[in-house]
């Protein structure tokens, strides 16, 4: 398998915002204008969107002795600070930075419950074994469905395959609802083998699931 595309990587700290604000609060402002200038944001919020809807900064980086880290967004909301970089280890150690540097020149506190880690992961991945020969088996299913999608006067009739799938957890009750999605990548012919998958994991372990897929993916001879 490759990995032709690293398109977005998301980490975010959820806590309780009563454990961790200054005491003493802050001046918003001020705050702002500080994180603009940490990360050289090109598009900073407003006082007044910061205020409604959350701080969102768009476009900036953090430098590192051996490589700066692009940021896509980072947001500081009342109870998430979240980072968008192409890895989640680098949104990670962008978040670490950011909670590192809030306690020291703002005064923002440890929490005292947990902090709770979430991420997202988006990929651009060709599989050595093509995905949609495991559904050989519904191949019944398929020929039937294929007749009865497309108008029978069509000058042309395309194959109807494999498309996308979501697997998931149970959306009823408590905890979190991740999803793993692979999908067909939009606007890219399918004969090329271009997927999209979205996975709500650290970047290096959703490569390995895509790896352990296309591995049980090939043919039962080839399998290692």
């Known amino acids: 398998m490759k990995v032709v595309s690293q398109d977005g990587a998301i980490a975010s700290l959820i806590f309780i915002p009563d454990e961790i604000k200054p005491l003493k609060g802050f001046y ?3 705050l702002l204008g500080a994180i603009t200038k940490r990360y050289q944001f090109v598009k900073p919020p407003s006082v007044e969107e910061a205020r409604t809807s959350g701080a969102k900064f768009e476009t900036g980086k953090l430098h590192r002795p051996n490589s700066d880290i692009a940021i896509t967004t980072l947001g500081v909301f009342n109870d998430v600070l979240s980072v968008t970089t192409t890895d989640t280890s680098d949104s990670e150690f962008v978040l670490e930075d950011l909670f590192t540097w809030l306690k020291t020149d703002f005064k923002f506190r440890d929490p005292v419950a947990p902090l ?7 990929l651009v991945v060709k599989f050595d074994n093509d995905p949609s020969k495991t559904f050989d088996a519904i191949r019944q299913f398929l020929d039937f469905i294929q007749l009865n999608l497309i108008p029978e006067n069509a000058r042309t009739k395309k194959a109807v395959e494999f498309n996308a799938i979501l697997f998931g957890a ?11 999605t692979i999908a067909r990548r939009v606007g890219v012919p399918w004969h090329l083998g271009l997927y999209f998958s979205k996975a709500h994991m650290k970047t290096s372990v959703h490569i390995r699931a895509l790896e352990i897929l296309d591995g049980l993916l090939a043919p039962k001879k080839a399998r290692k």
Request: proline residues 24%.
């Open 28 to 30: 918003l402002p001020d």
């Open 116 to 122: 709770l880690r979430v991420y997202q992961s988006d």
């Open 170 to 180: 149970d959306p009823v009750g408590p905890g979190p609802t991740p999803d793993f």
